[in-house]
């Protein structure tokens, strides 16, 4: 009931940004608020499939805003790719998973991977890959434990820079993986284009299932097609049991969703990893 409580609020108050026509004031604040500390990051666990371990974390962005509250990516990503703040955005959101990491690698067993969603525009600057690392090897988080999700939107232009980044920042361990795969136009031709380690499935397949329709079809595709490519698959809206069953019968690698946890602060984060998550 929480949990659909909570979705709801959510959906309503995306509803509402929508409504009013808020974006020229949203931009004067987003240029203050990476200043005065108002973004932050909440971390999504992620599971083996098998085992039930605890693998790695998304980290998914939020705006604390003085006046309006709390205001969620959906609203100010795209205006932060707008104005050209998504750089500045994004830098900040890798350097503070890098340093949770740290944190996180001193008080749990195993050594998670961390997730860091990726907007066209980064990695489209020439610079990027370099920037990664030096970030990562400044703040000493080993470069195998990042993981970048791409959306597809992210590759649709300069796509030649984009890959000299994406083949530097694999080549040096770090994970590459397709976000929201199956929703876009062109996910069949990514596969084969990009240096990818994993795809990501949307949550819009995963979270009907089990059902009798084409998702249960369309998802069992995905899943062979990625294990003949070899790469790895990640489950995104895992929210029941049966789904986490079909999900894991058809061999999906690792599973992100409410059915373990919402995305969670990281002083939550260690200590339900510290008491072990349950379904
Ligand atoms: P996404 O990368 O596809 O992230 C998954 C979204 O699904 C998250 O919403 C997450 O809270 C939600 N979710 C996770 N598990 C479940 C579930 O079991 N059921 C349901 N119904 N939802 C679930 P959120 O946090 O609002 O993020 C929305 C989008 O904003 C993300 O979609 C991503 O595209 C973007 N975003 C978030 N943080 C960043 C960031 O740091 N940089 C960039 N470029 N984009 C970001
Ligand atoms: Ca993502
Ligand atoms: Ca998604
Ligand atoms: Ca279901």
Not at 29 to 42: I, N, P, S, V
Not at 164 to 176: C, D, M, W
Not at 255 to 277: C, D, H, K, M, V
Request: aromatic share 6%.
């Amino acid at each position: 009931v929480q949990q659909i409580a909570r979705e709801r609020l959510v959906q309503e108050s995306q509803f509402e940004w929508r409504q009013q026509d808020t974006s020229l004031s949203l931009l004067d604040g987003m240029h203050l608020a990476l200043q005065r500390d108002e973004f932050y990051l909440e971390y999504q666990p992620q599971f083996d499939s098998r085992s039930g371990a605890l693998v790695g974390a998304e980290a998914l962005m939020r705006w604390r805003h003085p006046t309006l509250g709390v205001i969620p990516p959906t609203v100010f990503i795209q205006e932060a790719e707008n104005a050209g703040l998504i750089q500045a955005l994004g830098q900040w959101a890798l350097r503070e998973t890098a340093k949770a990491w740290c944190q996180l690698q001193k008080l749990l067993e195993q050594p998670l991977r961390m997730a860091v969603n990726v907007s066209f525009p980064e990695v489209a600057d020439p610079s990027y890959a370099q920037q990664v690392i030096d970030l990562l090897d400044q703040v000493g988080m080993p470069p195998q434990y990042l993981e970048l999700e791409l959306t597809e939107t992210a590759m649709m232009r300069d796509a030649s820079v984009s890959l000299l980044n994406l083949r530097q920042l694999k080549a040096v361990g770090i994970h590459i993986v397709l976000d929201d795969f199956g929703t876009g136009f062109s996910s069949l031709s990514h596969l084969s284009d990009l240096p990818l380690t994993g795809i990501k499935l949307d949550r819009a397949f995963v979270s009907p299932l089990p059902d009798h329709g084409p998702q249960t079809h369309i998802v069992t595709t995905m899943l062979e097609l990625a294990k003949k490519l070899r790469l790895e698959t990640t489950a995104e809206g895992v929210e029941d049991h049966a789904c986490l069953e079909v999900i894991r019968h058809l061999g999906c690698d690792r599973i992100q969703g409410y059915i373990y946890a919402q995305p969670l602060p990281l002083e939550e984060l260690i200590s339900q990893a510290r008491q072990g998550f349950k379904t």
